[in-house]
Structure formats: structure tokens, C-alpha cells
């Protein structure tokens, strides 16, 4: 019985050690209300995605301005990360 308190004991400080660090990262950056328009979006509207910071949503926008706007969501994969 000695043996399975430890295992769970074990596993609960994994869980509580994966909440500690995973909830800030989820918290950080709250996803948008609404859907983003890459043809008009500005680079504030952008930085509010998850994963896009204001260097990659600088990219985006230049990219736009030299290609005339994006055509679909698949040509976002253009755009240097």
C-alpha cells in the first residue's frame, strides 16, 4: 500500500507541476472574440493571435502590402515565420 501512495503522490505533483508552467503560457494570450481579417488586419489585431508575436505580424503585413493582399489562408504559409 506504501508503494501506490507513492506513485500517486508521484503523479499528482506531475499534474500540478504541468499546470504551473502550461496555465501561464495559456493565459499570456487569450484567443481573439472574433475572426481576423488578414487583408486588413493591423499589426495590434494580429499580436492578439496565439503564436504571433509583433515581429511575425510585422511580416505579415509587409507581405500583404508587396503581394496585394492574401487570395486564401493557405498562402499565409508564404510569410517567414
Known amino acids: 500500500m506504501k508503494?501506490?501512495?507513492r506513485i500517486t503522490a508521484l503523479a499528482l505533483a506531475l499534474a500540478l507541476a504541468g499546470l504551473t508552467f502550461v496555465?501561464?503560457?495559456l493565459a499570456a494570450?487569450?484567443?481573439p472574440a472574433s475572426k481576423i481579417n488578414l487583408n486588413s488586419a493591423t499589426v495590434e489585431q494580429l499580436t492578439a493571435l496565439p503564436g504571433v508575436g509583433e515581429k511575425l505580424a510585422?511580416?505579415?503585413v509587409e507581405?500583404?502590402?508587396k503581394a496585394?493582399?492574401?487570395k486564401s489562408?493557405?498562402?499565409l504559409m508564404n510569410v517567414r515565420p
Open 3 to 5: 508503494g501506490f501512495s
Open 23 to 25: 496555465a501561464p503560457v
Open 29 to 31: 494570450k487569450p484567443a
Open 58 to 60: 510585422g511580416r505579415i
Open 63 to 65: 507581405y500583404r502590402q
Open 68 to 70: 496585394g493582399g492574401f
Open 73 to 75: 489562408a493557405a498562402e
